[in-house]
């Protein structure tokens, strides 16, 4: 897990997570720098993000954070639409758990992302006094799916908004890595937009060596061959 150098959560994210994002280590994708309007972004590009989300999580809720997400990404010239939004039950108690599901589903058109917003409860509020809050994941393997704490419960919560994890969790959709400076990330987010072939129907995933996935079909496969290969999923 070398993008996590904290080791406390590090620890307790399960293989193919990168983007836990809790108090303790991994709470940053960078600090903006001058690049961000320095480089070249390319036209106008729409991400397509489907939405599974528990019945707490309501889509105006939904709808704000979304919107957070594209105040983010205007200056990119990246615009998140929202094909679908499905009610979903939360399959587990245990992040891993939870993120294994999202993982196993397959990524259907026109869907270029698929994104969990799961509501806190009674459960996790105890979890999190006994460790470090888990407030969302995105998959290392492929960057194409993820989960976001989308209701606002927990003492950790008061200084991690849901809107900040959101925030970070679409940088980590867009192939983007925990750094101290956000230079990479531009830079990966300019040639996301790129690589993406003219006419597709796909905005590309970004494999764990930084390499695009070019097709829906690809992405699934590499994200379904790294859970079978993780022992203990
Ligand atoms: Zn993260």
């Known amino acids: 897990m070398a993008h996590h150098p904290a080791g406390g959560i590090a620890a307790r994210c399960f293989a193919i997570a990168l983007g836990c994002l809790a108090l303790s280590g ?13 480089l070249d972004y390319g036209p106008r590009m729409q991400l397509r993000v489907c939405v599974l989300h528990t019945p707490d999580v309501k889509p105006a809720r939904v709808d704000a954070l979304i ?11 990246i615009e998140v639409v929202v094909p679908w939004s499905r009610p979903w039950q939360r399959a587990g108690f245990s992040h891993e758990r ?23 409860n009674a459960g996790d ?16 393997a ?6 976001v704490v989308a209701t606002r419960a927990s003492l950790n919560q008061l ?3 849901p809107a900040k994890a959101t925030v970070h969790e679409f940088y980590h959709l ?4 925990h750094a101290e400076s956000m230079d990479a990330c531009y830079q990966r987010i300019a040639a996301l937009k790129q690589a993406r072939a003219e006419g597709a129907d796909f905005v590309p ?8 996935v070019m097709t829906r079909e690809m992405a699934n496969r590499t994200l379904h061959l790294a859970l079978a290969g993780q022992p203990g999923m």
């Not at 460790?131 to 994941?137: A, C, I, N, R």
């Not at 867009?174 to 890595?177: A, F």
């Not at 995933?205 to 695009?212: I, T």
């Open 174 to 177: 867009l192939g983007c890595p």
């Open 26 to 38: 991994c709470t940053s994708v960078g600090v903006q720098t001058g690049m961000r309007h320095a």
């Open 159 to 161: 200084f991690v908004s």
């Open 205 to 212: 995933g970004v494999d764990g060596e930084g390499e695009f």
């Open 67 to 77: 919107r957070a997400v594209n105040d983010e990404f205007a200056d990119y010239g």
């Open 142 to 147: 492929t960057h194409t799916r993820g989960y």
């Open 125 to 140: 509020a105890l979890w999190g006094l006994l460790m470090p809050e888990v407030l969302g994941m995105v998959d290392e």
């Open 98 to 120: 939870l993120f294994d599901d999202i993982a196993r589903r397959e990524l259907e058109a026109p869907c270029d992302r698929l994104v969990a917003f799961v509501d806190r």
